[in-house]
């Protein structure tokens, strides 16, 4: 099993600036890709970013290039760098592993979830 615990969400200004964590722990060896989705009020969980073990990152389009995943192997902790950012990024974000191979994108193939945080973008 893997445990995962977000942190670093809150209120925050359009065009401000925000980092959120995710500290995992359990059998973290098993891990294929780690990412990060979100979920605006009424609208589906939607792939914002993900890190695969190789190191590789991917973006939705709506965020390339205003936010960055990371992460740090010896303390077993994921970060998503998010700038400029607007008030469509208002959501509730959650950290997310996969075990299995497939799809990066897709909510159904990640087996372990962190309780989400809250993002509120203010114009």
């Known amino acids: 099993q893997v445990q995962l615990v977000e942190s670093g969400g809150g209120l925050v200004q359009a065009g401000g600036s925000l980092r959120l964590s995710c500290a995992a722990s359990?059998?973290?060896?098993?891990?294929?890709?780690m990412a990060w989705f979100r979920q605006a009020p009424e609208k589906e969980r939607a792939f914002v970013a993900v890190?695969?073990?190789?190191?590789?990152?991917d973006y939705a389009d709506s965020v390339k290039g205003r936010f960055t995943i990371s992460r740090d192997n010896a303390k077993n902790t994921l970060y998503l760098q998010m700038n400029s950012l607007e008030p469509e990024d208002t959501a509730v974000y959650y950290c997310?592993?996969?075990?299995?191979?497939?799809?990066?994108?897709?909510?159904?193939?990640?087996?372990?979830w962190g309780q989400g945080t809250q993002v509120t973008v203010a114009s």
């Open positions: 997310a592993a996969k075990i299995e191979s497939g799809s990066d994108y897709s909510t159904s193939l990640y087996e372990h």
């Open positions: 359990g059998r973290t060896f098993s891990i294929n890709a």
């Open positions: 890190i695969r073990w190789t190191g590789r990152t």
